[in-house]
């Protein structure tokens, strides 16, 4: 069909007998019949020209006859070769010789192209969109993690951003930032699984950074920081308030900390506060996990941390240091080793509760907190300041200063309660 399409709209060639062939013979004419003639033997002029559109009417019927023949023939030979179907494709043809059905075969076609690539964009336009707002979901999913899924996106380890954020936010401790800078780094670079949990014990007077560096931790090692599901944290005068009750207080420990490991080994931090109030059978509950090496039941700890936060110790960390500054040895100078003797010495002389966590290495890192100077505790006012959007008056700055109480009397050296009533006092005096 669309071969004799084409053929139609070609012009066609021209004939051997040239373009008078088109027109009538001369014998033709001649058939045509004569009006009579008028008495001087020529005929009318209206019946000249009568006789001229009579001429011209047969020319062009033979004209179009003709052009319907020739057409008809290219379609017999069309329909020989197989290409063309009698039935399907019925041509009508108008006076002037147009193909009006083939031109509408023409337009239908692609009139159905078009609809097709329309629909086609259409509905890939839809499964796009599909498509878009699952991924848009899932990741909105994944990011907020409702069901604390066991995720690696969940955890991190900016060790640099840790080590940064300890020499920048926290003062006077250089034995602390030491330690955990140095341990943090080996302990995440070690092969797992075949290792024990990692363990610190940090102690020291209180309002000193205890609390905070712990923050510091976990805001480097969990996406969520202290809301990810993975960072678990007993305040034990809290969640232990009752003695009597400490046979179930120890099963639900037990079960509390298997839970979470087996839910997720990829990593998890316990934080234990004032350990100092522990009962002595929690401990024990607690020091099965801490000593295993490899897979506990089938669960592996390797990849988990123990914090215990306690003031036990601080007044031995306080007395040691105000020893050393009266021998004229600077703060800094101080090293860990001689506060480590001072709390084996204190293991051998009193009943505490990291007792026999420390005989039996449990515990891996034991970290003191200094206590505060008077130039740590202006430290900790400027930057309070800051954060508050306050300007730094260094007349503020000592004011707020002069508002703490220092130990020990006659030297009014060290702050009773480190940086803890610093925020208050700012409040009050700058507010």
């Known amino acids: 069909m669309y071969q004799l399409c084409q053929d139609i709209h070609e012009p066609?060639?021209?004939?051997?007998?040239?373009?008078?062939?088109?027109?009538?013979?001369?014998?033709?004419?001649?058939?045509?019949?004569r009006e009579k003639t008028t008495s001087s033997g020529y005929f009318s002029k209206n019946k000249v020209k009568n006789t001229e559109n009579e001429v011209r009417e047969q020319s062009q019927d033979l004209f179009v006859d003709e052009n319907k023949e020739n057409i008809l023939n290219k379609r017999k030979q069309t329909n020989v070769l197989g290409f063309y179907d009698d039935e399907d494709n019925d041509i009508s043809?108008?006076?002037?010789?147009?193909?009006?059905?083939?031109?509408?075969?023409?337009?239908?076609?692609?009139?159905?192209?078009?609809?097709?690539?329309?629909?086609?964009?259409?509905?890939?336009?839809?499964?796009?969109l599909v498509l878009f707002v699952l991924l848009f979901g899932l990741g909105i999913y994944v990011h907020v993690n409702p069901h604390s899924l066991c995720l690696h996106g969940e955890f991190q380890t900016n060790l640099s951003g840790f080590e940064q954020a300890l020499k920048i936010k926290v003062y006077g401790q250089h034995l602390a930032k030491r330690m955990l800078i140095s341990s943090l780094k080996s302990h995440m670079k070690k092969p797992k699984k075949t290792g024990k949990p990692l363990v610190f014990s940090l102690h020291g007077w209180?309002?000193?950074?205890?609390?905070?560096?712990?923050?510091?931790?976990?805001?480097?090692?969990?996406k969520h920081g202290s809301q990810s599901p993975f960072v678990h944290k007993i305040i034990v005068p809290h969640h232990f308030a009752h003695q009597d009750n400490v046979e179930e207080y120890e099963k639900q420990l037990r079960s509390w900390?298997?839970?979470?490991?087996?839910?997720?080994?990829?990593?998890?931090?316990?934080i234990f506060d004032e350990m100092d109030k522990i009962p002595h059978r929690l401990v024990k509950t607690i020091k099965t996990f801490l000593n295993h090496r490899g897979?506990?039941?089938?669960?592996?700890?390797?990849?988990?941390?123990?914090?215990?936060?306690?003031?036990?110790?601080?007044?031995?960390i306080n007395n040691h240091v105000l020893n050393e500054y009266r021998k004229g040895k600077k703060r800094e100078q101080i090293e860990l080793r001689?506060?480590?003797?001072?709390?084996?010495?204190?293991?051998?002389?009193?009943?505490?509760?990291?007792?026999?966590?420390?005989?039996?290495?449990?515990?891996?890192?034991?970290?003191?907190?200094?206590?505060?100077?008077?130039?740590?505790?202006?430290?900790?006012?400027?930057?309070d300041l800051i954060k508050k959007g306050y300007p730094v008056v260094e007349s503020q700055v000592s004011e707020i200063a002069d508002q703490m109480n220092y130990f020990p009397p006659d030297l009014q050296l060290f702050s009773n309660s480190g940086c803890k009533k610093v925020s208050s006092r700012v409040d009050v005096t700058v507010g």
Request: hydrophobic share 35%; aromatic share 12%.
């Open 12 to 33: 066609e060639a021209k004939t051997e007998e040239g373009p008078e062939s088109y027109f009538p013979q001369t014998s033709e004419i001649n058939t045509i019949p």
């Open 295 to 316: 897979t506990l039941d089938g669960v592996d700890y390797s990849n988990t941390i123990f914090l215990f936060l306690s003031n036990s110790g601080g007044n031995m």
């Open 93 to 128: 043809f108008n006076k002037e010789g147009n193909l009006r059905a083939c031109r509408n075969e023409e337009k239908s076609g692609d009139y159905s192209m078009s609809f097709f690539m329309t629909y086609a964009v259409s509905q890939m336009c839809k499964m796009t």
């Open 206 to 222: 209180t309002g000193i950074g205890k609390n905070f560096v712990s923050r510091i931790i976990v805001d480097h090692l969990f």
């Open 338 to 383: 001689d506060l480590e003797e001072v709390f084996l010495e204190s293991v051998n002389t009193a009943n505490t509760w990291y007792q026999e966590l420390l005989t039996s290495e449990a515990i891996d890192f034991l970290i003191p907190f200094l206590p505060l100077e008077r130039s740590h505790v202006k430290q900790c006012i400027r930057s």
């Open 257 to 270: 900390i298997q839970g979470n490991v087996t839910k997720c080994s990829i990593r998890n931090l316990f």
